[in-house]
């Protein structure tokens, strides 16, 4: 009888737990109870691996995905989804007629892209699902107040021709992350116009959506027919000033960690890592993590980023290197092979993703969705069934 080999140790791992991602639809949902709920899962699901939790929301509710690029949604297709998605960064030329043909729902911000859309649907023979989109003042993506009745009219005019079906009509908050700022109360009147516009013009839209993580968490008033919450799928907050995530009964997904690749002892006035910016103030222990900024983690991070070593937070000593950075352990000890926690839930006692954001000065979004493909990750909670 031939026994499976044994795995082998992994250098790295980013530990993606799916129970705590499905509890976290769950309790979103809870929040935005008269509304329909998007996953968002673009960026590989903030890298976390769009697949597996994709299936995961699902699973525990959410009616529909959201992506940015088309390729990121025609993926999931290919995967086997077969529920609502959502894909709405485009440019010219960009794979109109695949999407369509996959009963993906495509936004469009301007003229020229619902004129690509509409040819696309002549070519494939198909109906597009349309969400059009209104730059209420967030100033990126989406059609300016001057612009919008020339694209309902033109939207309208598709749907009489059966090329278009307006399917949604939505905005995106510039600071909903920032409780009580003015720009919220504006955008929602502007939204709101907006949507009485598409009335007026004949346009009756399946979902009307502006609602992102903070706004699910904290504007009721902006939960509409649907809610896309994104960070907060994956259990962080969308920033200190709406709260923690167990505030809102979430839990952070995603646990990075390493195995020590070597330990050694060396005496005062040691320089470590590139340019020396590190010297140990006295006889001490160094032990070696096999991760750097090509596995994602951030070279500012160089001095100040924490980490779990041998029972204590420690802190990068001396330059992240590419592959590779440092910590002191002082007079403590630990063997090659013990791991070493960068970020997890906290409940451990390990730096969180939102440590990490404030010592490098960023926000967890991005901490998380740099973590590069050279580290596996591994899944926790698979299921094979919705439940």
Known sequence: MTTAPEPKPLRARAEINLDALRANV??????????????????????????????????????????????EALALRAAGDRGRILCWLWTPGGPWAQAIDADIDVSASALWALNEIIA???????TARVHLKADTGLGRNGCQPADWPEL??????????????????????????????????????????ALASAERAGLKPEVRHMANSPATLTLPEAHFDLVRPGVSVYGLSPSPEVGVPEDFGLRPVMRLSADLANVKRVSGGHGVSYGH??????????????????????????????VLVAGKWRTVAGRVAMDQFVVDLGGDWAEPGDEAVLFGPGDQGEPTAEDWAHAVGTIGYEIVTRISHRVPRVYVGERGSKE
């Open 120 to 126: 696309a649907a002549r070519t494939t023979g198909r």
């Open 26 to 71: 769950r309790a979103l949902r809870a929040h935005a109870p008269s509304a329909e709920l998007m996953a968002v899962v673009k960026s590989n699901a903030y890298g976390h691996g769009a697949l597996p939790c994709a299936r995961a929301a699902r699973q525990a509710g959410a009616g529909w995905l959201g992506t940015a690029t088309p390729e």
């Open 277 to 306: 910016t590190y010297t140990t103030p006295g006889e001490t222990t160094l032990a070696l993590i096999p991760v750097g900024y090509a596995d994602g983690i951030p070279r500012h991070a160089s001095g100040t980023g924490p």
């Open 152 to 193: 309902l009219a033109a939207a309208r005019a598709a749907e009489a021709e059966g090329t278009v079906k307006v399917t949604g009509i939505w905005s995106h908050f510039a600071c909903a992350d920032e409780p009580g700022h003015p720009s919220i109360a504006a955008q929602l009147t502007c939204y709101r116009e």
